[in-house]
Structures are given as C-alpha cells and as structure tokens.
C-alpha cells in the first residue's frame, strides 16, 4: 500500500498550477483585449474580486501591467480600476520569411510593436543565409532594446509547408510541392543560428495569419474560421472550436491541392485539376498579377472580365467545399485571394449559395483579412507569447 | 480600490477547482484504459503518490471505482496497487437513432454495457413515434436497474445532420440533403419526452463513431482521425488534436457534399459531382449493395470487377483530398465503406499516392473500425459520461 501509507494531503505544486494557470489567463485577457476593467475580468474569468486583486498584484509587481483610473464615464458611483497590459517590460521577436522578403519584430504585451525591420529576400537566397540576414537584425533590435526588458520568447512564420512533428523545418520550393523539401533546420539549431536562448515557435505563414485574424482580427471571437492565403499557391489555416487545425506533422491546410477537376490541368504537384491550378488557368495566383486583371476588368476588357468571372468562379467552388467540410463561421480571403475575392464575390457567394449545404453555409460570413499583409507577423508574435502566458512570473523573471 | 481593500488570497473555489479537475482527470483515466496502477497513474497524471493516494481514497469512496492488490508479476518489490474503474455504481443512457432501427443500452463506467435493447424502426417512422419508443425502452430498463445505482447523464446518436448551435436537434430526410430537416426538438424537451430528468447530448453518427474509434478503437491513442461513414450517404467524423471537429453549428463532415468532378452525376443536395454520388455511381452505398457486388467481383463477374475498381478509385480521390486538407494519422472506413475499402484497398493506395502529397500522406494509416456498427452508440456512452468525468463526486451523489 505503497501511496497510501502517507496521509492524504492538497500537494502544493497544484495549488501553484492553479496560480499560474489564473495569471496566464488574466494576462491573456488583457494582451489580446488591452485595457480591461477588474470588473470585466471579474465576470470574465468566473473568479471573485479579491483573487482578481490578488493576481493583478502579482502581475503589476512583476511589470506586467499597470492599475490605473478609467477615464471619465460621468456614471454614479466608484469605477472599477482598469488593468493594462504593460508594453515595455518584456518582449517577444516575431519573424517572418517570406518567399520575397524577411520580416521581424520586436513586440510587446499587448502586441505592441516596439521595434521592426524588413529586409528584401532575392530570389535563390540559401536558407543558411536566410537565418544570417535574420541574426543580423536580431541583434541590432537586441542593442536598441532597454536593458531591463526581458526577452520571453519567439515565433517565426515560415512561407510554404513546414512540420513541427519532429522539430524540423522544411520550406517547400516556391515552384511547386511534388519535389524536395528544404529543411530549415531542427527548431533548437534554428534558435541557436538566430543568436536566442531558447528555440523559437514555428507556423506556416496560413496557420499563423489564422491564429492573427482569430485573435485580433477580422474573425475574433469567431471559433471556426477558414483563412485562406493566396500567394502562388493556397493554404489554408484552420481554427476549429477555438484551436487551430494542424494536422498530425504540421502540413494540414493544404487546401490548393483539394482536386476539383478529374479533367483540369496538370498541377506542380504530379497530380491534376488541383483547386489553385483551376483558378490560376484563368487568372495567376500573384497579387500583381491578380490586381491588373482586376482592374483591366473593371475598365471594362472583355478577356480580363471572362477571366475574373472563372477564377472567382473556381474560387467559390472549393470555398463550398470546404464549408461543407467544416461548417465555419468566417471564410478570411487573404493575400492574393482578397482581390479576387472583391472582384468575384458574386460568383463566389453563387458557387457557395448552390453547392453548399443550406445548414453549413447559413451562418457563414465571408471577409477579408483586417491585418493585411501584417497577419503572418502578428501571429507569429503571439506564438512568441505562448510562454509568457503560460506561466507569467516565472517567465518574466529578469 | 474597490478589489485591493480585501486582503489577497487564494480562493476556496479554486482549489475546489483543481481537485475536481483531478478526480475527473483520475477516473477518466481508468474508464478509458480500464485497470491501472497507482504508479502508472502518478506518471501519467503528473501528481504525486500522496495525491493520487487521496484522489482515489475520495473516489473509492464515492464507489466510482475500487483498488486491489495487482495479478502476481513475478517481479521483486511491493507491487502497486491497481485502480478499476467500478461499473455498477453509476450509469449512462446510450441511444441511437439509425436510418432503419433504434438502440439503447445502459452503459456502466469504463464503458461496459449492461443492459440493451434493439428494435427496428419502420420506413417512415414519425420522429415523435421514434421519441415515444426509446423512451419505453429507458423505462424498461430503469426498472431493471439497482435501485441504489445513480444514473449520471445520457448520449444519443442520430443518423444524418443535426445541429447543436441552438440546442435543436434536426434530422435531415433519408433521400437527400437539399429538402428540409425534421426538428427532433430542443435537448431539453428530448430529456422531457424521453422520461429522463436532465437532457441528452446529442451528436451525429459519424461524430460519435470518430469519438469512439478514437477513445476505445482502430484509432486509440492517435490524435489527427478522420472516420468516415458510409450510409447511403458519406458523413466524416474528424479528430484534430485528440478534439471533435463539428463547425459552428455542428454541422461539419458533409464530406460527400464535396464535389470533386464538376461534370459528374446530379445530386439529391441540387450540387452535381459529390463525392458521394460518384461513388455510388459504380456501387449504391448500402451495405447490402456493396457486400454483393464485392462477391461478384470475387467470384470473376467482370461488371462486378470493374464497378469496385471504379468506386475504390472515387474513395480513394476523395480520401486524397481530405489528407492534403487535414494530414491526419487514420482514416477509418465505416459502415458501407468498410467493405468498399477492403475490396479495392489497391485502388484507394493508387490514388492517394499519385494525389496526396507525400508530406500530408507519409505517416497516414488506413484502418477499419474495431467497435463495427456499435461504434456510435459507444460514442453516445462517451458523451453519458461527461458530465460525470467533469464532477466525479458531485455528479455521482445519490
């Protein structure tokens, strides 16, 4: 009777669990909603006032967030104190590689941005030198940053496929998906290549546009959402009941080879009739490109209106598709699929209105993106927090 | 300073909190893996042996389970004590209402059945008729029942689409999914109409077959599961992250509503090409159908041959397209599919190896289902337990 010889008792790594568990949320609160009154965070987070109290304490006293009057409301009686996330004292890198170009942030609570750079990326730049250009950058943001903030953590969105499976990154070739991966490195190599202490998060430029627009975007507070990034190819990121979908390796959401048309055109991919490859037949899945036919229609050119019309046609098509698959509740057009999308969405909200399932489709909403071209980046900054949010005083700690 | 004034400390309903999220996280241990050391449920839960200790005392006590010396080992040292889950004490209510009968059973924690009922449900039974039926059955059995038992929550599984967006349960038509939906009624006037005092959780065949696959089946232990079901029609139930995929209005998996070939077959939906009608094409979805045209095939009917090849090829496109999207780890073929797959299993390969990419593809399994036909109602059971897994001693008070 090995256990229970010993006396029954509340352990008090548990007790810390729930400490914690109540900080990250209240922390969490206030990062993704900014400035919230002890009021809200009562009624929010199911807790009473005085563990309100004694967290936004804990909290304040490690720098996390400030206390402070609310401005003016001209109501009877004394208002509630409002807590705000405080931008300065820690920090997170958010980074972005993108098929053209690298990007990377220093980003506060709250996601604030407190410091950026961006970087062209030339065609046929090696990975190797990839992570070189970005430790670059790194290190001068590390030199302008205050020297008592605290560095909690990374996040970098990776364009093309990736897998986190096995702790190893790989970018896809920007031309097609039936060849070799690139492999970027095992996250942990990834970090110490960077110049970070510890390895940084990483998510597909989809995926993590997704997380952005659920989070702080044009679908938050939605819990079903299909983003959808249109940038040579179509990915898809997914969040369903709140979480986002990323299969068992990472590579979910690759949409774009969804085959639409058994007698379509050969894909890149080895395979034919590929969703992206029906829309790209008619108008290419390039923003430039995408914008100039867009507009040749809009001046009234007969082959560019015909080639809009197919496109947004094909685009409604898997859109329908999916929202038999998943019953969401927000489809975000982002990238290159935005313009088309604006174009097309009569043709689109057609496909949708004759192929979808009365009950799948009726409460969706189809948008675009809020965050633009920043999404990537944003989410990638709250992958950069995941840590921090789990366990605030522990990770603050300088 | 409205909250500060109160001195900080720890509430008492947090803690409350932490110990029901233990005592459930304990007891749902032991009714999925059934019996199970002291020592392995302090690795697994992550507490210590003094609080596993504790939490079993409490839920020894509450008769939700029972401890005993291990069978001999033949190894040196104190064994561990061995935690059951007991199934007399508690029970559940699993139903099904199916295209053509409807079951019951009285499920005991860890999942045993004791005591079922089957009965045919006639072509055109009213759902009111369906409602009045089931609940005699409950009733029968309830007599049956030890009068101390404790009866702790109910799961029905309904055939065809529902909703629980709104809490309404709504059947779709056998024939097709364009027409309307047959409101079953709101849970609560289920719970009414069923006899029983707290109402159902509900959820679709294809949902709870996934779930119980996943919890007790071909798919235990894997997180990324698409089951699929066939059934006239094809319904997916799909795991992401060890969490049911349903959409916003429990509507997701009408994954034989994608349309994969644009110049294929009508549909009874008003679509045309849908995954499912390109199938049924070469082979009518029913398991009768199938089963027959299988022998044929094996006997050397050349027809026969041809129509299983073609239709294998159509799941295997369709089940290509669901992995680029979800990059799960199984996929298990269901109902009417279960024969479809065995019989052309080649087919289904071919087509997932020249459509699927290989990064989506590499680590999936194909499987049939190990609970066969009673795999919803076993889900069902799953969902009878929840509450009782949230609040093991509050739920099982007499």
Redesign the interface.
């Known amino acids: 009777?090995?256990?229970?010889s010993?006396?029954?008792?509340?352990?008090t790594?548990?007790?810390d669990?729930?400490?914690r568990q109540?900080l990250g949320a209240l922390l969490r609160y206030v990062h993704v909603s900014g400035d919230t009154s002890?009021?809200e965070l009562?009624n929010q987070l199911g807790?009473?006032?005085?563990?309100?109290?004694?967290l936004?304490?804990d909290l304040a006293g490690a720098g996390l967030i400030d206390e402070g009057a609310p401005q003016e409301t001209g109501r009877a009686g004394?208002p509630?104190?409002v807590v705000r996330p405080r931008s300065s004292r820690v920090y997170g890198y958010a980074l972005s590689i993108e098929v053209d170009r690298l990007r990377a942030a220093r980003v506060g609570l709250g996601g604030k941005v407190l410091d950026s750079r961006e970087l062209p990326r030339p065609a046929g730049t090696a990975v190797r030198d990839t992570v070189a250009i970005l430790a670059a950058c790194l290190d001068d943001m590390q030199r302008a940053a205050p020297a008592d903030a605290v560095f909690v953590g990374s996040g970098i969105a990776v364009s093309r496929?990736m897998?986190h499976?096995d702790g190893v990154v790989?970018m896809l070739p920007p031309g097609g998906?039936g060849g070799g991966?690139t492999s970027v490195g095992a996250a942990g190599d990834l970090g110490a290549a960077l110049g970070l202490d510890r390895p940084p998060v990483v998510g597909n430029v989809a995926d993590l546009a997704a997380l952005a627009e659920h989070t702080r975007g044009a679908a938050a507070g939605l819990?079903?959402v299909i983003y959808l990034h249109g940038d040579a190819s179509i990915s898809?990121g997914i969040i369903?009941?709140g979480?986002?979908?990323?299969?068992?390796?990472?590579?979910?959401?690759?949409?774009g080879?969804?085959?639409?048309?058994?007698?379509g055109r050969e894909c890149g991919?080895?395979?034919r009739g590929c969703w992206e490859t029906e829309i790209a037949r008619h108008v290419s899945l390039d923003r430039d490109a995408v914008l100039a036919c867009v507009e040749a229609a809009r001046l009234g050119d007969p082959t560019a209106r015909d080639a809009v019309r197919q496109a947004a046609d094909w685009l409604g098509?898997g859109v329908?598709?999916?929202v038999?698959?998943?019953?969401?509740?927000a489809v975000v057009f982002g990238g290159a699929l935005r313009e088309l999308y604006l174009a097309g969405a009569t043709h689109v909200r057609g496909r949708l209105s004759?192929?979808?399932?009365p009950?799948?489709r009726?409460?969706?909403r189809l948008r675009t993106p809020l965050l633009g071209d920043d999404a990537p980046l944003v989410g990638a900054a709250e992958l950069a927090f995941e840590r921090l949010l789990a366990d605030p005083l522990e990770t603050a700690e300088p």
Chains 1, 2 share one sequence.
């Not at 009777?1 to 229970?4: K, R, V």
């Not at 979480?243 to 949409?255: A, D, L, M, P, S």
């Not at 038999?324 to 509740?329: C, D, E, L, S, V």
């Open positions: 009777m090995s256990a229970s010993q006396s029954p008792q509340r352990s790594p548990t007790q669990s729930v400490r109540n002890r009021a009562t807790l009473n006032r005085s563990t309100i109290g004694a936004t304490a004394r509630s104190l496929m897998r499976g790989r998906t991966t819990d079903n898809a369903a009941g979480r986002r979908v990323t299969g068992h390796g990472g590579h979910g959401g690759e949409v080879h969804m085959v639409v048309n058994p007698q991919c080895g395979s098509f329908a598709n999916l038999n698959i998943f019953n969401p509740t004759t192929m979808a399932l009950a799948c009726e409460h969706v």
